[in-house]
């Protein structure tokens, strides 16, 4: 008993750890954001400086008229379901999402090697800019995810590299 009071302890400590940094990351990109802005009013008037070109996902569907190309920073998350995907992602500020008749492998594929991409459960691929809160439940971790109400789950084989990814994408800003 004193094991497993001592394990939901540390669950619990390491929770608390994460949430933090996550709310102190979103503080520094509100003010990062708000710099931005200011500097692109003064720039307005200046020559407008192209930005380095923001890498797009092309999911293709296994039926015909049914692609999506997004950017990646704007994926919220993917959800498996047999062989269909909802994909949830922000356009204008907003989040939508679209069903297509592809499997989580095939997209995985088309997805590469990006840093904050990281498959959190078989079913789930998150992105974890957008992710708000880390919750601690008795079957595991839970992600809270910005733009929906969906609290995607953290299976246990995967919890130790989403934590890392968390860790190692937290220490980079």
Sequence with gaps: MRNRNWYLRYQL????????????????LAEKEEIRQNADDVEASD??????????????GNV???TIEIPA????YIESMAN????????????????????LK??????????????????FIVNLNFVVAMLS???????QLFGTDKLV??????????????????SHC
Excluded at 14 to 25: G, K, P, S, T
Excluded at 73 to 76: A, E, F, T
Aim: with cysteine.
């Design 137 to 143: 439940r008795n079957s595991g971790y839970q992600l």
């Design 84 to 103: 269909y995907a909802d994909i949830w992602y922000l356009d204008n500020d907003e989040p939508r999402h679209k069903m297509l008749r592809i499997t």
């Design 64 to 66: 015909s008229n049914s």
């Design 73 to 76: 920073s704007s994926m919220i």
């Design 106 to 123: 095939q997209i995985k594929e088309n997805i590469g090697d990006h840093p904050f991409l990281v498959q959190c459960h078989r079913a």
């Design 13 to 28: 400590d390491e929770v608390r750890a994460i949430n933090d940094l996550l709310e102190q990351r979103q503080i520094e």
């Design 153 to 170: 789950p953290v299976s246990r084989n995967n919890a130790a590299a989403v934590k890392s990814q968390f860790m190692s994408l937290l």
């Design 47 to 60: 020559e407008k400086e192209e930005k380095p070109a923001e890498p797009i996902l092309r999911l293709v």
